[in-house]
């Protein structure tokens, strides 16, 4: 069964400190995978999009990494700031359409000053 | 640049009425989709479609209906409102159907719908 797994479900942090979340997945046959950050009563937007061949891939002071051998994917959050408090969705997607994403269930951060 | 629009924002309804929630995106974007959002799951695609005039169905699309007459905009029915309902609606469009390139989705901000 294809399934995306996320931890922590929930992490609170002090502004200007560094955060790691992780999504494990079990999907196949695997495309690429996704970050999305959720603002509260928001859309997600996306932050990354990593194909097979891809190790580690950065925007901002994000960062994210691949082991697609694994399957285990991270993102690293930089120096972080209030405005980062979100929840972060971990999609994988898989079989080569856009249709077909599989979506974690989220970690949920909170910054504090 | 709007991106993608939905409304209404808010949305309260008594079983068994029915009602459209609006979706339209301006970026000439040729895939389309509807979400749900429910506490504790991930996203569920409910339809999808790859380009107007072309769409089908997603995981959960029991008890809803869509259509897509031009590329903008992407409608999304509820036929007869349930309680089981009762979630937050996510339109997305994407430039391209296939995802074996960057092409990453873009979200409107949501309906919630609460079905009494």
């Known amino acids: 069964k294809n399934q995306v797994e996320q931890s922590p479900q929930s992490l609170i942090i002090l502004e200007g400190k560094n955060c790691t979340l992780q999504?494990?997945?079990?999907?196949?046959?695997?495309?690429?995978l996704r970050w999305y950050k959720q603002d509260t009563g928001r859309g997600p937007v996306s932050l990354t999009i990593?194909?097979?061949?891809?190790n580690t891939k950065s925007n901002g002071r994000y960062t994210a990494t691949l082991d697609a051998d694994t399957k285990q994917s991270s993102l690293h959050i930089t120096a972080s700031q209030l405005s980062d408090s979100a929840s972060y969705i971990c999609?994988?997607?898989?079989?080569?359409?856009?249709?077909?994403?599989?979506f974690g269930t989220g970690t949920l951060l909170a910054v504090q000053p | 640049n709007a991106g993608v629009t939905q409304t209404p924002k808010f949305q309260v309804l008594k079983t068994g009425q029915s009602m459209t929630l609006q979706c339209a995106q301006d970026?000439?974007?040729?895939?389309m989709s509807w979400y749900r959002q429910d506490p504790g799951m991930g996203l569920r695609l409910i339809h999808y479609?790859?380009?107007?005039?072309?769409?089908d169905q997603g995981e959960v699309p029991n008890g809803y209906n869509v259509s897509r007459s031009t590329t903008e905009d992407f409608p999304l029915r509820l036929l007869s409102a349930a309680p089981s309902q009762t979630s937050v609606y996510f339109c997305?469009?994407?430039?391209?159907?296939?995802?074996?390139?960057?092409?990453?989705?873009?979200f409107g901000n949501g309906t919630r719908l609460t079905v009494t």
């Open positions: 970026m000439n974007h040729e895939y």
């Open positions: 997305a469009s994407s430039y391209s159907a296939g995802t074996g390139g960057n092409s990453p989705l873009h």
């Open positions: 999609v994988v997607s898989y079989g080569g359409a856009t249709n077909k994403l599989i």
């Open positions: 990593m194909t097979f061949s891809e």
């Open positions: 999504c494990n997945y079990t999907v196949s046959p695997f495309s690429n």
């Open positions: 479609s790859v380009g107007a005039g072309i769409t």
